[in-house]
T-cell receptor, first 111, second 115 residues
Framework: SQQGEEDPQALSIQEGENATMNCSYK?????LQWYRQNSGRGLVHLIL?????REKHSGRLRVTLDTSKKSSSLLITASRAADTASYFC???????????FGKGTSLLVTP | DGGITQSPKYLFRKEGQNVTLSCEQN?????MYWYRQDPGQGLRLIYY???????QKGDIAEGYSVSREKKESFPLTVTSAQKNPTAFYLC??????????????FGDGTRLSIL
């Protein structure tokens, strides 16, 4: 079952601008992860944030988590054309080990 | 370099035929997963395995089967019972953890089409 829902479905920006993607989920979680997928390729793990964390940084990425609103956001600063990809959030599933992935946000960064 | 290898990259299935997708990892991960990705649908879990000789059904296991005889390998068979198999199939692996606290590493997928 898919728990995470990303918003917007598609986002188009110019190089140098910031890109913000949001993820909402329905039930309480222990951890939330963000992944990137380039066209026709597998997913690449970007960042993991735990339920007791509010913000996490990794290079140009900033992830926030608001458990009271059951939502997370991924901010990519100073976007580059190479950031063009689909971005997915994933939450822990009831099974305890597998992940529930959202449908993703498709990001297009134009030069 | 450690990683996950999926083969073949493209696969075609005839009506009534079973086909097997290969997934091999050399990351020494205990857990392995199979996902199906359809356009606009995100990833849906087919099967997962936490340890050799053990596996569990995911959300859409009907029409699929798996085996886990070796730690490194987790092949997926798409049987003739799967009436709509055309999709992009992704294999992943991770360390065993608790409640989604382990990142998953993905292969580059197999695209399956019906002839």
């Amino acid at each position: 079952s898919q728990q995470g829902e990303e918003d917007p479905q598609a986002l188009s920006i110019q190089e140098g601008e910031n890109a913000t993607m949001n993820c909402s989920y329905k039930t309480s979680i222990n951890n939330l992860q963000w992944y990137r997928q380039n066209s026709g390729r597998g997913l690449v793990h970007l960042i993991l944030i735990r339920s007791n964390e509010r913000e996490k940084h990794s290079g140009r990425l900033r992830v926030t988590l608001d458990t009271s609103k059951k939502s997370s956001s991924l901010l990519i600063t100073a976007s580059r054309a190479a950031d063009t990809a689909s971005y997915f959030c994933a939450t822990d599933a009831n099974s305890g080990y597998a992940l529930n992935f959202g449908k993703g946000t498709s990001l297009l960064v134009t030069p | 370099d450690g990683g996950i290898t999926q083969s073949p990259k493209y696969l075609f299935r005839k009506e009534g035929q079973n086909v097997t997708l290969s997934c091999e990892q050399n990351l020494n991960h205990d857990a392995m997963y199979w996902y199906r990705q359809d356009p606009g649908q995100g990833l849906r879990l087919i099967y997962y395995s936490q340890i050799v000789n053990d596996f569990q059904k995911g959300d859409i296991a009907e029409g699929y089967s798996v085996s886990r005889e070796k730690k490194e390998s987790f092949p997926l068979t798409v049987t003739s019972a799967q009436k709509n198999p055309t999709a992009f199939y992704l294999c992943a692996s991770s360390n065993r953890g608790k409640r989604g606290d382990q990142p998953q590493h993905f292969g580059d997928g197999t695209r399956l089409s019906i002839l």
